[in-house]
Every structure is written in structure tokens, then in C-alpha cells.
């Protein structure tokens, strides 16, 4: 699939007039702009500004995922994710932060890391960018969790994640997103 970028930006894009700060919190970041479309009129957009992250699907010899089990407050319900957070700050190497993210929440390193691209999770209100990456060759250590943060680290096999995720019982974007990535690059 091919797209001359250039032409959709002259036919498509909207231009910033102004800018309104609305909310300033330590996660994100809620702005109100007045935009000027492609036909010359003005429209509203509100945008979550955020700094991006990074998640990981760690793959055990056995072909096995390290998931996490968290109680996520805006649904008040435990979900299945893999290992991910925040970066701390824009500038951030995301192999870094991926890094950190796997070793503070499973206390797992690893010695082969693969970067299995990124995503916008919320591209109509968010600039929010998701890195993925795959973590082999895994080392267990110390688990790092930061004091409001409480998890069920699991191992659960490749394959019932994937039936899992095919199924609509793992709801998480980036979990859902990474791993069928995984089993397309392991050939599952």
C-alpha cells in the first residue's frame, strides 16, 4: 500500500490557530485547540498530550509470555497486559525505558531485544506512541515495583494468548497488538 504523504498532507491537514491549556497532570497533559480545516472553516480538537511508552513481551525458552494481572481503576476490573510504562521523558531511549519497565515490574532482564515497531493507541485524541519490543534469553532478579503499584506477574503460554486475545478476553491495545506480532515473527 503506497501513499503520496505530501499531497494528503496539502489536501488534509488542519492547522493550529490557537492553543487553550486545560488540564496539566503528571500522566498527560489536556489541551483545547481551535484548528483551521482544509476548507478554510475552524473547529475544536481537544488532545491528550502525553510522553509515549514502551511495553515488552518477554518469551521464555518455552515459548511462554511473562504477563502481568493489574486492576486497571477506569474499569474496575484485573486485566492481562504485558509488561509496559511510561517513558520518563520525550527524549527517552525507548530501548532503555523497556529495559527498566521489564526489569522494575517482573524483575526479568534479557538478553536479545527486538523492536516490533509502534502504535498510536488513541490517534483521534491522543499523540500518545507506543514502542513494542520482544525480550528473549530472560534472567531472573529482583522485582523493582514502585509504591503504588501492585501486580500478578504469570507465565501463560504463547498460544493461549493468542486464542485469548482471537477470543476478546484480553481487551488491552497493546497487549493485543503485541502479541500477535510475536506469534507472526515465531510463526504461531
Not at 2 to 31: A, C, P
Not at 97 to 118: C, F, H, I, P, Q
Not at 164 to 169: K, N, T
Request: hydrophobic share 40%; with cysteine.
Amino acid at each position: 500500500m503506497t501513499f503520496d504523504l505530501e499531497k494528503e498532507l496539502q489536501e488534509l491537514r488542519e492547522i493550529q490557530v490557537s492553543t487553550e491549556d486545560i488540564f496539566d497532570g503528571v500522566i498527560l497533559n489536556v489541551k483545547k485547540d481551535t484548528v483551521r480545516l482544509p476548507n478554510g472553516h475552524c473547529s475544536s480538537r481537544e488532545v491528550i498530550r502525553h510522553v509515549g511508552a514502551v511495553c515488552v513481551v518477554p518469551v521464555t525458552e518455552q515459548e511462554e509470555i511473562i504477563v502481568e494481572r493489574q486492576y486497571r481503576y477506569p474499569f474496575d476490573t484485573v486485566i492481562t497486559e504485558i509488561p509496559a510504562g511510561k517513558l520518563d521523558s520525550k527524549q527517552e531511549d525507548r530501548l532503555s525505558a523497556a529495559k527498566r519497565e521489564l526489569r522494575e515490574e517482573t524483575g526479568l532482564t534479557a538478553d536479545e531485544w527486538v523492536n516490533l515497531g509502534g502504535f498510536y493507541p488513541a490517534a483521534a485524541y491522543s499523540d500518545e506512541y507506543i514502542t513494542m519490543f520482544m525480550a528473549r534469553g530472560l534472567h531472573q532478579g529482583k522485582q523493582e515495583l514502585d509504591p503504588d503499584e501492585f501486580l500478578d506477574v504469570k507465565k501463560v503460554p504463547l498460544s493461549v494468548l493468542v486464542e485469548d486475545v482471537m477470543a476478546g478476553r484480553i481487551p488491552d491495545a497493546k497487549t493485543q497488538t503485541a502479541i500477535l506480532k510475536v506469534a507472526r515473527i515465531l510463526g504461531k
